[in-house]
């Protein structure tokens, strides 16, 4: 419990680091979700809720959760994904490609992340997109261009690369970003044959937006926002809030 209480603390003193305003929920059809997008949308970090008139679980353990990985279509083979499948710990990160709060996180946070918990087997790291089209107009092609991307082996460099070049190459004008998302795919070898039809197929476009809606539902509003075992931290939180939270899953 004062593991939690001090994330809140630190969360409110740092809660100027996401992108977007609280989205709009989604109807909700049972008493658990109404409890769920209600805690999600107070900015607290949240637990995976529970059935009514049941004593959640304090501290939070390190039990998977298969609906999470289930309602995301997670497979063992994932090419958005990184680290063993079995990992004690998941962490799926919802992230918009104009973001800079998530650009921050991937500069600044990510790789130590990954060298530190997710090389060492001890988190699956996954990410799933949350455009916020309504102020990043070329949010819904970038992301689509990390799944043409992805279906190519090439996720990660790829959209790492978007990152690193978003405003000085691309951004805001999404007819013209596709010329840089072909020019990017060409530069690290992807088949140009593939991909270019790829970035204009609208069922790519509609995957990205189900995507979000089904974030929404599960309380994201903002971006980054984060899923650890099912408790939802927002923003580019430094490394140590990161490892707080895993230390407490951890076996």
């Not at 060492?120 to 991307?149: E, K, N, Y």
């Amino acid at each position: 419990m004062k593991h939690l209480i001090c994330l809140c603390c630190l969360m409110l003193l740092i809660s100027l680091s996401a992108c977007g305003t609280e989205a709009p929920t989604s109807e909700t059809r049972s008493e658990v979700e109404v409890r769920q997008t209600e805690v999600a949308l107070s900015g607290r970090p949240t637990l995976v809720a529970v059935p009514a008139g049941a004593t959640p679980a304090a501290p939070p353990t390190a039990a998977p959760l298969p609906d999470v990985a289930t309602l995301l279509g997670l497979t063992d083979d994932d090419p958005r994904a990184l680290g063993d499948p079995a990992a004690p710990v998941l962490i799926v990160e919802f992230t918009d490609y104009e973001c800079a709060f998530c650009q921050r996180f991937v500069a600044e946070t990510r790789g130590q992340l990954i060298a530190q918990f997710v090389e060492t087997g001890q988190v699956r790291l996954v990410v799933r997109d949350f455009p916020l089209s309504d102020i990043h107009a070329s949010a819904i092609p970038a992301a689509v261009a990390t799944h043409c991307a992805a279906e190519q082996g090439q996720f990660w460099a790829y959209s790492e690369q978007l990152f690193a070049s978003h405003r000085s190459e691309w951004g805001g004008v999404p007819n013209r970003d596709r010329g840089y998302f072909l020019e990017l795919a060409r530069s690290m070898g992807l088949d140009e044959a593939s991909f270019s039809p790829c970035l204009d197929d609208p069922a790519r476009a509609q995957a990205v937006r189900d995507e979000q809606e089904l974030a929404l539902r599960l309380g994201v509003n903002s971006t980054p926002n984060f899923l650890i075992n099912g408790q939802l931290v927002r923003g580019a939180q430094p490394l140590r809030v990161f490892e707080d939270l895993i230390n407490q899953l951890l076996p």
